[in-house]
């Protein structure tokens, strides 16, 4: 079946870096990108950015631009995503999700939304 | 950035109610849009993509409606399972948002 395992939980200092991984099986790793999102305790979900996996093209949210990179290694079937220079407030679960994007079929086009998620990585940022 | 725009925030209903759960994009989207149920302390699971396709596996009491800016998620019958919070997604462009979530509990 598809899935998504994430990396385990992570303390970091403020300043720190941090790179959560997800790994993707029981499907052509390649076909599909993958969005992260993240979620600080008792808040709702925030979209960080999205990677393809077919070319490795980057969008990232504009509050993430230049502290966030994401990568793919394709022989592993695993997306990475960086955050640096870490702040208290990013504390959060960070979630990998499969992004299926936009198939468009004969002048019809249907989008297939964050279908598979990952467990979530907590991340706690504190000195 | 396209705003999402959820309500309720919070509801209250009973075992068996008829729910419905509302969210206006700032702008139009189409049907570009998805709808998320989360659990405490679990992953958020997609529901409903293009506004109206059920995914595999999600029980028939959900539904979702909509286009344009306009859009419903309806729980016909609702069961203990079902308490829950709900989100919405555009997946109309980048940067992708959420609604700000609609936590359903019971009365």
């Known amino acids: 079946q598809v899935q998504l395992v994430q990396s385990g939980g992570e303390v970091k200092k403020p300043g720190a870096s941090v790179k959560v991984s997800c790994k993707a099986s029981g499907y052509t790793f390649s076909t599909y990108g993958f969005s992260w999102v993240r979620q600080a305790p008792g808040q709702g979900p925030e979209w960080m950015g999205w990677?393809?996996?077919?070319?490795?093209?980057?969008n990232y949210a504009q509050t993430y631009q230049g502290r966030v990179t994401m990568t793919t290694d394709t022989s592993a079937s695993t997306v990475y995503m960086e955050l640096r220079s870490l702040r208290s407030d990013d504390t959060a679960v960070y979630y990998c999700?499969?992004?299926?994007?936009?198939?468009?079929?004969?002048?019809?086009?249907?989008?297939?939304?964050?279908?598979?998620w990952g467990q979530g990585t907590t991340v706690t940022v504190s000195s | 950035a396209i705003q999402m725009t959820q309500s309720p925030s919070s509801l209250s209903a009973s075992v068996g109610d008829r729910v419905t759960i509302t969210c206006r994009a700032s702008q139009d989207i189409r049907n570009e849009l998805g709808w998320y149920q989360q659990k405490p302390g679990k992953a958020p699971k997609l529901l409903i993509n293009?506004?109206?396709i059920l995914q595999s596996g999600v029980p028939s009491r959900f539904s979702g409606d909509g286009s344009g800016t306009d859009f419903t998620l309806t729980i016909s019958s609702l069961q203990p399972e079902d308490f829950a919070t709900y989100y919405c997604?555009?997946?109309?462009?980048?940067?992708?948002?959420f609604g700000q979530g609609t936590t359903l509990v019971s009365k």
């Open positions: 293009a506004a109206s």
């Open positions: 999700a499969r992004d299926r994007g936009r198939d468009c079929r004969g002048g019809r086009c249907v989008t297939y939304g964050l279908d598979v």
């Open positions: 997604l555009q997946d109309f462009n980048h940067p992708r948002t």
């Open positions: 990677i393809s996996a077919y070319n490795g093209n980057t």
